[in-house]
């Protein structure tokens, strides 16, 4: 079956640095997502991505976070001064089409650790 | 605004136990609903949804989800667990055509 895939799988970086997480979605999926898990927390949503443009995202996604398809195939988020309370697993997400009937697939995640 | 709960956070069960995990959610519209599992050390995987039609829903490894509308609820049951289902269990509901809300999950452990 095909599958979501994200690097890095663990990532361990210092207060105020950038961070870029990457995903290579299914390959003929359209929509792109973003979601987090503080550990012990629920999964939170962050953004969605279609048509090279975010088509909605949450209250946790500010400033500081941004997402970009830089070769036509690969989803990122970046990070632009990393807080601790941005530790966090982070997971990509993609589907076919829009969410009605279709399934949403799940990377392994990103874990992010801050210190 | 939309909300799922999941009211339990640890269930412990033996081997050949029957499980029923609830999840109920607050949306007014139409709903399209979800389970998914987190094994240790996995990904989130779907394992079963709800979108319309009959409102008793077969997913894999012998998971099955009851819509109650009425009830705004969709637990999940399954009638004998085996110790391979060990995992994490999620509930959703799909806010909206981009997003899906998650509940705060249920920790199953099974002794085997």
């Known amino acids: 079956e095909p599958e979501v895939t994200q690097t890095p799988s663990h990532q361990v970086t210092q207060m105020g640095q950038e961070v870029i997480l990457r995903c290579a979605p299914i390959s003929n999926h359209l929509y792109f997502y973003w979601y987090r898990q503080i550990l012990g927390q629920k999964v939170e949503f962050l953004v969605s991505?279609?048509?090279?443009?975010?088509?909605?995202k949450s209250e946790i996604f500010d400033d500081q976070f941004s997402v970009e398809r830089p070769d036509g195939s690969n989803f990122t988020l970046k990070i632009r001064s990393t807080k601790l309370e941005d530790s966090a697993m982070y997971f990509c997400?993609?589907?076919?089409?829009?969410?009605?009937?279709?399934?949403?697939?799940f990377g392994e995640g990103s874990w992010l650790t801050v210190v | 605004a939309q909300s799922v709960s999941q009211h339990n956070h640890h269930v412990i069960l033996s081997e050949a136990a029957s499980l029923e995990l609830g999840c109920n959610y607050s949306y007014g519209g139409t709903v399209n609903l979800f389970w998914y599992v987190q094994y240790p050390g996995q990904h989130l995987q779907l394992l079963l949804k709800?979108?319309?039609?009959?409102?008793l829903v077969k997913g894999i490894k012998g998971f099955e989800a009851e819509f109650i509308k009425s009830k705004f609820s969709f637990n999940l049951r399954k009638p004998s667990v085996q110790w391979s289902d060990t995992a994490e269990y999620f509930c959703a509901v799909e806010s909206s055509a981009s997003k899906i809300i998650f509940g705060s999950g249920t920790r199953l452990s099974i002794r085997p």
């Open positions: 997400a993609s589907s076919q089409d829009r969410m009605s009937g279709n399934t949403i697939y």
């Open positions: 991505f279609y048509n090279n443009e975010i088509s909605e």
């Open positions: 709800y979108f319309s039609g009959d409102p």
